[in-house]
């Protein structure tokens, strides 16, 4: 069995961290820091493994093996915020607070030209040909979420400053070491940093998210400024996301385009939701009505699941 194979068969395979259910309740104040755009809490009913700190480790199988990964650290983080906001536990706010720490300690600082910080990837993604070490705006933007909550819960200013360093990756082109992308339609943040644009959506919107926070928590006006012109971006890109019966995942391959899974699918139309929340900018919520419209007709399901297990098999 090769190891992309194995990676989603495996009992411990770290697919297992990814496809926990992601929820999403309209009473949620996102502005309020023990919450977030979207209850990432079932991230811990995860069991493991993780290290002697019970930081989240995830086990790629093959070659990769057991990792970190920076996303999914901040990811457990936010879950652990959430559960705190929903049930006041202290335990749910140390397990978050420990996350914050792990990203302050394990960020790198950039000073070959212009100065940024980012979390780095110390394995290779194969599925877009990149090489470590490698940064993406979906750890960047899920990274500077939990420190700007974690600096507005504690008002310790390490979470603060290292989201501000880490802000700096989304004026930095992927070419750099950044995350930032300057295409025809406007500015575009990198969940992979690909020699093509890939424009992967929930990496995209996840960055937008971060840049909203530090705007939200610490009044930071050049992530706000950032924020705008993404946004118009992404709504002048979006229509390339449809294919009729279902969203795609990225922008990457034109012919086959990857289409979402239906996890991710579920997961743009909660994303769409969130910035029509933000934004009222309508163009969100249809795309999110429409995209909810296909998952529940059962024959665009069947369609979309046999369309994707057909992409993995041939180019994966």
């Not at 990274?143 to 008002?155: F, P």
């Not at 971006?233 to 294919?243: A, D, G, N, S, V």
């Not at 007709?297 to 057909?310: E, G, T």
Request: glycine share 6%.
């Amino acid at each position: 069995m090769s190891g992309r194979i194995q990676r989603y068969f495996s009992p411990h395979s770290s697919v297992r961290f990814w496809h926990l259910p992601v929820g999403y309740e309209e009473r949620a104040f996102f502005r309020e820091p023990a919450f977030y755009y979207l209850d990432f809490s079932a991230k811990l009913k995860y069991r493991g493994p993780f290290d002697a700190l019970g930081r989240p480790l995830l086990d790629y199988t093959g070659k990769i093996g057991i990792q970190y990964n920076p996303c999914a650290v901040a990811q457990y983080g936010l879950g652990a915020l959430y559960d705190h906001g929903k049930s006041g536990s202290r335990r749910s706010l140390d397990i978050s607070l420990s996350m914050s720490d792990w990203l302050v300690e394990h960020i790198s600082h950039i000073t070959d030209g212009n100065r940024f910080s980012v979390w780095l990837y110390d394995f290779d993604l194969d599925a877009y040909d990149i090489k470590a070490p490698w940064q993406s705006a979906l750890s960047q933007g899920q990274g500077i979420s939990l420190l700007s909550r974690a600096y507005a819960i504690t008002g310790n200013a390490k979470y603060a400053d290292t989201a501000s360093r880490a802000f700096e990756s989304f004026l930095i082109d992927v070419g750099k070491g950044g995350v930032r992308r300057t295409i025809a339609e406007g500015v575009v943040f990198e969940e992979a940093p690909t020699r093509r644009l890939s424009c992967i959506l929930d990496g995209f919107i996840f960055g937008l998210f971060g840049l909203y926070d530090l705007h939200i928590f610490q009044r930071h006006a050049g992530a706000f400024h950032e924020w705008n012109q993404a946004v118009e971006t992404l709504e002048r890109i979006l229509p390339q996301f449809e294919m009729r019966f279902w969203s795609r995942a990225d922008l990457y391959n034109q012919r086959p385009k990857m289409i979402a899974s239906p996890f991710y699918h579920k997961l743009h139309i909660l994303q769409l939701r969130v910035l029509h929340r933000i934004t009222q900018k309508d163009i969100f919520r249809v795309y999110s009505d429409r995209w909810n419209t296909y998952a529940s007709n059962p024959l665009y399901f069947c369609a979309a699941l046999i369309y994707k297990i057909f992409f993995k098999l041939a180019y994966y």
